[in-house]
């Protein structure tokens, strides 16, 4: 076993550092490419909102795939023809979104039934289609099944190069529009007040999608590819508010993730490309929910505390200043007040927290007074009695509170 | 065909699709009367992993084990998905969409790196479900459907199916009254002392069961369908709840039926040995039924120039 998992580890090993060959190199450095069109194109999926439209329609490409490949055995081409295979699962994924959009309009059909609809019943005549060609005495209907996981080993030098060459395509797109996307993804309104083409420009946007959906899907499969457009995205999310940020960010942990993704599923048995994808990008949104300092559940929790122990020290302070000697705090306030010098060993106000108790004081009954009086004045995010009053109250009510408090 | 091979393999495996889909049906009913159609799509999905660990941890393909593990992975993407939202500020879809393809990837390698060198669990039964593998071997003639002891080797998916349609159907029946009013109204509900949130969280698990025991028949991704299609045609047909319920049902079976006997049966029409996927086929069928109450509608409609289905 410890044998078996050291093999498995160095050939991970060798494939990661691209020892593996030519024929892997070039794949995973496509997929590579592919990841990093798919953060970026995906961003514009993900702040319009369309995630679950797209996955039905990559479910909606199978049956395409299928009678693609049957429509090119018809006229003699045996094999698996990449182009045309692609362009049977555009027609479907296509006609899918299109019955979605039909059925939405009509009266008591919600759009996630709508999406369920199209997504399962598309899949199950794919399915159905596929167990039919499994049956005909043709080469390649072998290959087709890797449509639906992904699986980056079984394809050629040259269809890696073709997919990483229209993916840059696709992400020069996003580059060259990106100050439009931004706008139209935020305020349409705005935008069409510029005068500028708002439908054509969202229109873009949705066509990047299945373009990066239909490119995508030997790599990672129909049934994942949704996650490489949006998984990253939101990833990047907890680290930044900025469309640019999170779009840069979600390239790369795009590009990482179906970097590892692709290798490990060459490295390891049994591996299926697009699952390894997809796992190595849920690793970065779960660190992004953890670790992402103002986001993430562990910098919450952490300002939390810290804003708790900030206002038990100005509250102490406050008591000094109302001329209580050695006003109790709680036992983990305590701590805090030793470690930050305003308490000595022998429980007792150091000289410092005596220097500090009357302002710290004033500023707790300004803030008092501003949150009696208008709370709804206080900016979102200020916090009460520790931030000081004149560095983020607003003029005005500075104005009043100060008045009164004179 | 004779009726032994009938017995065999058509009625068994017929009948755990029939009831598979008509479990899912049932549940998808108040999904969809409750605008939580894709609940179904995500659950499908986020419980695989725990249906493998189930799994491998008890050895077998018992529902019991699978079902716990299912209702575990349910509860934590629940969850990631409220902690996604809450700390990223995501809207619901894309944090839905993040957390069941993420959970669902790691149920797949699992599936591949554990499950599927110990025993015959792997992705295909996932994708395509495994309806062909369910066999009623012990049967000899009609006179075993009467047969104790030969009924007693019943598929064991058929009979799990079975039981959790009557359970469920009897479940409905029973709380009839409480369902409706805490699905339409429920604040209403809650003020008649029906507690809404406990039959809330009771639809939700009885799709998460559905989803869970129609797996092996029918797939992780094709019970979307079933879940689906059927309550969403019957919306179009019918604008009342009992009758709401009775069309689901009835279009599930009727999808089920047809789309098994087309499978089975159709191919040796054009006299081709072979069969084709039953799975695939009702839920195609499934589809097809939403199509054509779609239609139906429309044309019921079209001679009326009412600007409400603009």
């Known amino acids: 076993m410890s044998l078996a998992l050291s093999e498995a580890l160095t050939r991970l090993f060798d494939v990661l550092t691209l020892q593996a060959g030519y024929n892997a190199n070039t794949v995973i450095a496509g997929t590579a490419v592919l990841g990093a069109a798919a953060g970026g194109v995906g961003t514009f999926v993900f702040l319009r909102g369309r995630a679950l439209i797209s996955d039905a329609l990559s479910h909606a490409t199978l049956p395409g795939i299928v009678l693609a490949f049957l429509a090119g055995a018809a006229i003699g081409i045996e094999t698996r023809s990449l182009p045309l295979l692609l362009a049977g699962a555009t027609a479907t994924g296509l006609i899918g979104v299109a019955l979605m959009h039909a059925l939405t309009r009509l009266p008591r059909v919600t759009e996630d039934s709508a999406i369920g609809a199209v997504l399962g019943s598309f899949f199950g005549l794919g399915v159905v289609l596929l167990s039919y060609v499994q049956n005909l005495p043709l080469a390649g209907q072998a290959g087709l099944h890797h449509f639906l996981l992904g699986q980056a080993a079984a394809m050629a030098r040259s269809e890696a190069i073709t997919i990483a060459v229209l993916a840059a395509f696709a992400l020069a797109v996003v580059l060259y529009f990106f100050k439009e996307f931004r706008l139209v993804a935020f305020d349409r309104d705005f935008a069409a007040g510029l005068g500028w083409p708002v439908a054509r420009i969202d229109l873009a946007m949705a066509g990047l999608g299945v373009a990066i959906t239909v490119i995508g899907l030997q790599t990672v499969g129909l049934v994942m590819i949704v996650a490489l457009l949006v998984v990253p995205p939101v990833a990047a999310r ?14 790369i942990f795009g590009a990482l993730s179906a970097y590892i993704g692709a290798a490990a599923s060459y490295a390891l048995s049994d591996m299926p490309t697009g699952a390894a994808i997809v796992l190595a990008a849920g690793v970065f949104a779960i660190a992004g929910l953890l670790f992402a300092p103002r986001r993430g559940v562990i910098g919450v929790a952490l300002s939390a505390l810290r804003f708790r122990l900030e206002l038990a020290r100005v509250r102490w302070l406050a008591r000094i200043a109302g001329g209580e000697a050695a006003p109790h705090a709680g036992p983990l306030p305590s701590l805090y007040l030793r470690a930050t010098g305003l308490l000595d060993v022998s429980g007792r106000p150091t000289a410092r927290a005596l220097r500090d108790a009357p302002a710290a004081a004033r500023n707790l009954s300004l803030w008092l007074a501003a949150i009696t009086r208008r709370p709804e004045a206080v900016p979102v995010g200020a916090r009460f009695g520790v931030d000081p009053v004149h560095a983020v109250l607003p003029r005005d009510l500075l104005d009043e509170i100060e008045g009164r408090a004179a | 065909m004779s009726v032994t091979t009938f017995l065999q393999i058509d009625l068994p ?19 969809v009367l409750r605008r939580e159609a894709l609940l179904g799509d995500a659950l499908s999905h986020a419980v695989l992993p725990g249906i493998v660990v ?12 699978m079902i716990l593990g299912a209702a575990a992975a349910a509860i934590i993407a629940a969850t990631l998905v409220h902690f996604v939202r809450r700390y990223g500020r995501v809207e619901p879809g894309a944090a839905l969409g993040v957390v069941f393809t993420v959970m669902f990837a790691l149920g797949v390698v699992m599936l591949e790196q554990g499950a599927a060198h110990r025993v015959d669990l792997d992705p295909d039964c996932v994708l395509y479900g495994q309806l062909e593998t369910v066999l009623w071997l012990v049967a000899t003639g009609p006179e075993s459907l009467l047969d104790p002891a030969a009924l007693a080797q019943l598929p064991r998916e058929l009979v799990t199916l079975a039981i959790t349609f009557v359970v469920l159907a009897a479940l409905v029946a029973w709380f009839w009254k409480e369902i409706r009013i805490s699905t339409f109204d429920p604040e209403l509900a809650s003020a008649l002392g029906i507690p809404a949130n406990i039959f809330r969280f009771g639809v939700t698990l009885a799709a998460a069961v559905a989803t869970v025991v129609s797996f092996e028949a029918v797939g992780s991704i094709l019970v979307v369908a079933m879940i689906v299609c059927p309550a969403a045609a019957a919306r179009l047909l019918t604008n009342r709840y009992g009758p709401q319920l009775a069309i689901t049902l009835l279009l599930a079976a009727t999808a089920a039926i047809l789309g098994y006997a087309a499978a089975a049966f159709g191919p040796g029409l054009f006299g081709s040995p072979n069969s084709l996927s039953a ?10 039924i939403l199509g054509l109450a779609a239609a139906a509608w429309r044309l019921r409609h079209a001679a009326r120039p009412v600007a409400a289905h603009a």
């Open chain 2, 279 to 288: 799975a695939g086929m009702i839920a195609t069928f499934a589809g097809v």
């Open chain 2, 13 to 31: 495996a017929g009948l755990t699709a029939l009831f598979a889909t008509l479990v899912c049906a049932l549940a998808g009913n108040f999904l």
């Open chain 2, 54 to 65: 189930g799994f491998l941890l008890s050895g077998t393909r018992a529902a019991l084990p």
């Open chain 1, 238 to 251: 907890f680290w930044s508010n900025d469309v640019r940020t999170i779009a840069l960010l979600a390239g």
